[in-house]
């Protein structure tokens, strides 16, 4: 059985830009209106949490595969964090999102990476 290359990267960067697009609502829901116990709203901390992911907000559009590269390294920073927050007495629902989406953005970019370069072969 054989996979058509374009039709499975185009599939896969469909949910790379759904998952992306659904941790930055995440990241600033979990800033701005459900924030963790003892923890209060703050700008710089969005800014801290949303500001590496807009980096490579560019690229994405464009469809470059090496900014989806890069954001997939960046991405496992953002999932050591919500592992440590999804176990943490003080969990919230929302890291568990944070958690499964930082799982699908890694997986579905490289996906993207592999199968959009085989397609442009």
């Not at 907000?57 to 999804?86: H, K, N, Q």
């Not at 969990?91 to 959009?116: A, C, D, K």
Request: charge should be positive; glycine fraction near 4%.
């Amino acid at each position: 059985m054989s996979i058509d290359n374009a039709r499975a990267a185009a599939l896969s960067y469909r949910l790379l830009w759904t998952a992306y697009l659904l941790e930055l609502l995440v990241l600033t829901l979990g800033t701005w209106v459900w924030p963790q116990q003892g923890r209060e709203p703050s700008l710089t901390i969005w800014l801290v949490r949303t500001v590496p992911m807009l980096i490579f907000l560019p690229g994405l559009r464009r469809r470059d595969l090496r900014s989806c590269v890069w954001l997939c390294f960046v991405i496992l920073l953002y999932f050591m964090v919500a592992v440590t927050e999804a176990m943490s007495p003080y969990r919230f629902w929302l890291n568990y999102i944070e958690l499964l989406l930082t799982v699908v953005i890694f997986t579905s970019g490289m996906l993207f990476v592999r199968w959009q370069a085989r397609a442009l072969r």
